[in-house]
């Protein structure tokens, strides 16, 4: 077997690189189970009633965010539960009912999956047995769906029945994957297409501030993002009805996670992948963002003009370069040994200023000091920001707490 073959073929054998919120969970315990299963058109919605409650009473639905492939109900429960702070436990306790919002594929348009959600509120009204307002959001790119789905449905005249729409560490103005990482998932796609495929989804063009199609492309905005931000503004933006709510697990007073321009976050170091050198976005004149090589003799260069410097700016935290090296290094036996040289293990993900929508994700919006600014310019009625930039969509206490509080009578 040549040495393409094996790793093609350890690559295959090993879990996928696949950018997530729940990708820094190792296993997941098993999920209680539901009080009533909805399937849905491109769905799944699991139903837990709130303590003392016989049916659907006072309604939260919470919505899954990016990743590929089908929800996991028993990793969905992981993540809102068994972390830092019981989420779902909290709610039923105070009386609410949950429901846990899945799709068959999380990385579709935004689009479709939002029908999902509109099902899904459709079903919670007419199971409901009293008139006690919904709450509708999710994590992630579930609060665009969401968002979406409730905003249309006021288009379409239709009552949704909604008190507040939340979100958690959303990205409302876009999110954020270095060039590096994306041009290594396209480079070595003839081996391992998942992490390509992932990074070439719909809902992740439609997601990415800057978007590769391919490892040799140039960095831009994506047509599928363009015509998404064109759906929503048909439909108003934003729902006019609910109480606008979020949260974000970034920091509001500027101060990005410490991971500086053009750093060299993963290097090759095994004999097959020597030279290869994934870097955080440089600052210009300089625009090299990576260095490829992959079992051949010959060593590409990938150029990102134009990207904002977002990996250390304030905001939710993916281990993106930290997941890829993992995943390398587990790999024996076949010359390869990727190692991080120094600890740029995570980057920016969803930039604070995206996160409770302030400013555009661009250099001169990154590190604004969103404390200082007057409530109104954020598109939320509401929002609080973490203390500092924690792991994007972590459970945590004070986030939590905040958006329970603002739970509809």
Known sequence: MSNEQQIAQALHDAPPVALSSLSRLKTAGRAPKPDDTWRLPGGTAWVYYGERNQGITRPVLLSDGFNTGPSELDLFWEGLERGAFPLIGELRRRGRDVILLGYEDRSASILDNAKTATAAISRAIAERLDGTPLMVGGFSMGGLVTRYALAKMEMQRIDHQTAVCWSWDTPHRGAYVPVSLQAFAHYIKKLDSRFSDQMNSPAARQMLISHLENWDSVPGTAPERTAFLAELDKVGGWPRIPRLIGVADGAGNGHGNGTGPGV???????????????????????????????????????????????????????????????????????????????????????????????????????????????????????????????????????????????LPD
């Open 264 to 406: 060299t976050a993963v290097r090759g170091a095994g004999r097959l992948i020597t030279d290869t050198d994934l870097r955080t976005q440089p600052k210009t004149p300089d625009i090299l963002a990576a260095t490829l090589r992959f079992l051949t003799p010959d060593i590409a260069k990938v150029q990102a003009p134009g990207v904002p410097r977002a990996d250390g700016a304030p905001g939710g935290t993916l281990d993106g370069f930290k997941l890829l090296a993992d995943t390398l290094n587990a790999i024996a036996g076949i010359g390869i040994d990727i190692r991080v040289d120094n600890p740029v293990a995570s980057h920016c993900f969803v930039p604070s200023v995206s996160a409770v929508s302030v400013r555009d994700v661009c250099d001169d919006n990154l590190y604004t000091d969103i404390g200082s600014l007057s409530p109104e310019q954020s598109d939320l009625d509401d929002f609080l920001l973490s203390d500092g930039n924690e792991p994007h969509t972590q459970i945590s206490e004070p986030l939590a707490t905040w958006l329970l509080d603002r």
